[in-house]
């Protein structure tokens, strides 16, 4: 079998669905190749692009997400998505092409050492340079980009190599399980859980990966004990219970940062640190931590864990509460025994449900406020109001986002996507096309701002192309608003930032797309609606947000 052919049967048999990028003439026999392959190759128009929608396919598929690109610019073109997908522990493969192995050690067209810059943003990278070992390195690459923590990995396939010859088969893939957790570990858990007077769930970006929601929701619902996620784990539990307190990220304006003021307890559940620092909740080192996770806790200073279990989540949280079943009938049979606590913490702190009442009350305030430019709360209000719970919102990154995060409500894992690990603009537009391939059946939102939409703008044609009825919301101010704001904080002015921007009507009716700029507030959930009914065709709206309300996430006075 040629080479080529052979690395694509092997991708085959990982079970690779799409393969998102541009091909280049370094990469012409594994693009030859694919036209045999059941594999669907999605043409992109930015390789940028192309390793977003990786991301996005591997976040919700827990599959990996496969990107291309030819070599040298292709493969710089790479980066910044392909770093995106590392921290926010995405799985995907990157493969890029490269000239033949004759030219490798001197200077040559389009010639960089691709393996090396893929280093620092990647869990494993390597160049193939023997046909025969294709299949060992194809299998090394999905495994070590699904094992936790989830993430990107490179193989890099030199022209000449492509064209070689081999006999290997392709290694079928073969289903991991997750090891258990240590009984030892999970009776003290439960006990320092009992003595806890004011425990707290913090629920993070793990939760969505390991898919362990049915067993968290039960942890809370069973121990009676409040929750609150971050940014990427939206979802795991639903806003609609009256014990979670939604997200923590946003360091003076989340009202959870109260109730982790509060706690003696931190119940960290797939947290992970790239998304919010635990110096930002546990500065005085004053808390109990137990860090339940796929893998060992990060050393920092701030995140000390009193009781550390590295074992698979949904394990952990069934095992805890059994362990906690047992020791509340035992003590049903030893009345002789004092303990000061109560299973379940059947009635919250007062404070926690003043928290929850002013948070539902703040998301609902400005429900029938129709002053134009639209408020940022009302803008997420109506878009969620538009869609059906189990539709997909992304967002991209910039101010828009914290909005986001901190109003719209979630009831199911992975409808609301915030990226929030290495955050990079640009993200939301080719993140929606991947969704929508993924997920057919649902509305996806596309939530941008008007700078970070521009950086990726040329994948409308993509979602053209593809048919894809994609709703893109371009919040419009005509700045770089998080720079911004964060500059007027410190300096007490901004600098630099302001922008102007194109008709967005006519730029989506350029590529094919239909195109909205609203001007009214009262018509913004009538052209959602309009949008909600195109079944082939990508949907952008524009619309002009009032940011003065932005100096609300920098100080969000609270008063019990």
Not at 7 to 28: H, K, M, Q
Not at 225 to 235: E, L, Q, V, Y
Not at 398 to 423: Q, S
Not at 468 to 492: A, H, N, R, T
Request: with cysteine; hydrophobic share 40%; aromatic share 8%.
């Amino acid at each position: 079998m040629k080479a080529s052919d052979l690395f694509i049967r092997c991708l085959e048999a990982e079970g690779v669905e799409y393969i998102f990028g541009i091909p280049g003439e370094e990469t012409s026999d594994l693009i030859m190749s694919l036209l045999d392959s059941k594999i669907k190759f999605v043409l992109v128009r930015h390789e940028q692009a192309a390793a977003f929608m990786a991301d996005m396919y591997g976040r919700l598929t827990q599959k990996v997400g496969v990107c291309l690109s030819t070599l040298g610019p292709g493969a710089t073109n790479l980066t910044t998505g392909v770093a995106n997908a590392n921290m926010d522990r995405s799985p995907i493969l990157v493969i890029t092409g490269q000239t033949d192995t004759d030219f490798l050690h001197k200077e040559s067209h389009q010639n960089m050492d691709a393996v090396a810059m893929f280093k620092p943003i990647t869990k494993w990278r390597w160049s193939i340079r023997n046909a025969d070992s294709i299949p060992e390195i194809v299998s090394r690459a999905f495994k070590i980009a699904l094992e936790e923590k989830a993430g990107a990995v490179h193989l890099e396939l030199p022209q000449d190599i492509a064209k070689m010859e081999s006999d290997i088969k392709p290694i079928k893939t073969q289903q991991v399980f997750r090891s258990r957790p240590n009984e030892e570990l999970i009776e003290k858990a439960a006990n320092l859980i009992l003595e806890s007077k004011t425990p707290i769930l913090l629920v993070g970006n793990g939760c969505i990966r390991g898919r362990p929601t049915l067993y968290v929701r039960k942890f809370v619902e069973k121990t009676g004990i409040c929750s609150m996620n971050t940014f990427m784990a939206k979802g795991v539990i639903s806003d609609k219970s009256d014990r979670h307190l939604h997200s923590i990220g946003i360091r003076e304006a989340d009202h959870a940062s109260i109730a982790m003021r509060e706690a003696d307890l931190v119940i960290a559940i797939g947290y992970d640190l790239v998304e919010y620092s635990p110096k930002h909740w546990n500065g005085s080192l004053d808390k109990k931590i137990i860090h339940i996770d796929f893998t060992p806790a990060e050393s920092d200073t701030y995140y000390p864990p009193t009781i550390e279990i590295a074992a698979d989540i949904e394990y952990t949280m069934y095992a805890i509460l059994e362990e906690l079943e047992r020791i509340r009938k035992q003590d049903e049979t030893e009345e002789e025994k004092q303990r000061q606590y109560r299973i379940p913490h059947s009635d919250p702190p007062e404070l926690f449900k003043t928290i929850k009442r002013e948070i539902v009350w703040r998301l609902e305030r400005y429900k029938n406020d129709f002053s134009y430019p639209i408020k940022p709360e009302k803008l997420v209000l109506d878009v969620r109001d538009a869609l059906d719970e189990s539709d997909i919102v992304i967002s991209d990154v910039g101010v828009h986002k914290l909005w986001i995060a901190k109003i719209y409500n979630t009831y199911t894992p992975n409808t609301c996507i915030v990226p929030n690990g290495f955050c990079s603009m640009g993200f939301a537009l080719p993140a929606a096309i991947a969704a929508q391939l993924v997920d057919p059946s649902h509305k996806i939102v596309a939530m941008c701002g008007d700078g970070g939409f521009l950086m990726n703008v040329q994948e409308i044609e993509t979602a053209v192309r593809l048919r894809l009825p994609i709703i893109v919301i371009v919040w419009c101010d005509y700045d770089y608003g998080m720079i911004s704001l964060k500059q007027i904080y410190e300096f007490g002015r901004s600098a630099f930032t302001k922008f102007n921007n194109p008709n967005f009507v006519k730029l989506a009716e350029s590529f094919g797309a239909t195109g909205y700029n609203v001007r009214s507030t009262e018509e913004f959930s009538k052209v959602l609606e309009k949008a909600k009914v195109s079944k082939s065709s990508p949907v952008i709206i524009s619309i002009d947000v009032d940011y003065s309300r932005n100096r609300l996430l920098l100080d969000d006075s609270f008063v019990v």
